[in-house]
T-cell receptor, first 116, second 111 residues
C-alpha cells in the first residue's frame, strides 16, 4: 500500500526558532500533498495544499509567511513553521494523493510540535 | 463554502453491538467519500470508501451507505470489538483535490 513518511514525529523548540517538518511519499509520486493542523480531540484543519513545482495554496486565515511550504519534488513536501510561538504548538499532519491513480488519500504519522 | 457535518460526536456501545455514524455533505458535486479511523496520537487510516456511483459497499464488519439525493452517507460497524475504539472521520471530495473532513466521532466499545 501507499506509505507516507513524516519527520520528525516530535519536536520541542524555543520560542522564536523555526522548525521544518518533512513529508515524503515512499512508494508513489504525489503531485499534491496537504498539510493539516489538529488540536486535541478535534478534526483535521486544512492549512494548505502543496503542489509540486508551484506555490502552495493556503486556506483562509493561514499565514503563508508563517507557515512556509515547499514541494520541490514529486515525493517531498516540507512545512517550515517560522519564528514559532507557543500558540503554534499543535499536531501537524500531512497527506498525499497518488498521482495518476485514484482518489485515496494517505496520511503521514504526524508531528507533535511543542514551543516553549 | 462546502462542509461536512458528522454525528454523533461521541458514541458508546457494548461489545458485539453495532455502531452507526452519519455524515451530511453540502456540495452536490462531491463524488468520493472515504472514512478514516484515528487512534490516539496516530495517523488517520483509511478503512473504507465509496464513490458516488455506488449506493453501498461492505468490507467484513464495516459497511458504508450513500444517499446522493439526501447528501447523506453513513458508516456501519457490526459486531463491535474493543479494538474498534477510536476516532472516526468522514470526508468528501469536492472537485479534484479538495477533501472536506467531518468533525469526528469518538467511538468507545465497552467490554
Amino acid at each position: 500500500g501507499a506509505v507516507v513518511s513524516q519527520h520528525p514525529s516530535r519536536v520541542i523548540c524555543k520560542s522564536g526558532t523555526s522548525v521544518k517538518i518533512e513529508c515524503r511519499s515512499l512508494d508513489f509520486q504525489a503531485t499534491t500533498m496537504f498539510w493539516y493542523r489538529q488540536f486535541p480531540k478535534k478534526s483535521l484543519m486544512l492549512m494548505a495544499t502543496s503542489n509540486e513545482g508551484s506555490k502552495a495554496t493556503y486556506e483562509q486565515g493561514v499565514e503563508k509567511d508563517k507557515f512556509l511550504i515547499n514541494h520541490a519534488s514529486l515525493t517531498l513536501s516540507t512545512l517550515t513553521v517560522t519564528s514559532a510561538h507557543p500558540e503554534d504548538s499543535s499536531f501537524y499532519i500531512c497527506s498525499a494523493r497518488n498521482r495518476g491513480r485514484d482518489e485515496k488519500l494517505f496520511f503521514g504519522s504526524g508531528t507533535q510540535l511543542s514551543v516553549l | 463554502g462546502e462542509n461536512v457535518e458528522q454525528h454523533p460526536s461521541t458514541l458508546s456501545v457494548q461489545e458485539g453491538d453495532s455502531a452507526v455514524i452519519k455524515c451530511t455533505y453540502s456540495d452536490s458535486a462531491s463524488n468520493y467519500f472515504p472514512w478514516y479511523k484515528q487512534e490516539l496520537g496516530k495517523r488517520p487510516q483509511l478503512i473504507i470508501d465509496i464513490r458516488s456511483n455506488v449506493g453501498e459497499k461492505k468490507d467484513q464488519r464495516i459497511a458504508v451507505t450513500l444517499n446522493k439525493t439526501a447528501k447523506h452517507f453513513s458508516l456501519h460497524i457490526t459486531e463491535t470489538q474493543p479494538e474498534d475504539s477510536a476516532v472516526y472521520f468522514c470526508a468528501s471530495l469536492s472537485g479534484t483535490y479538495k477533501y472536506i473532513f467531518g468533525t469526528g466521532t469518538r467511538l468507545k466499545v465497552l467490554a
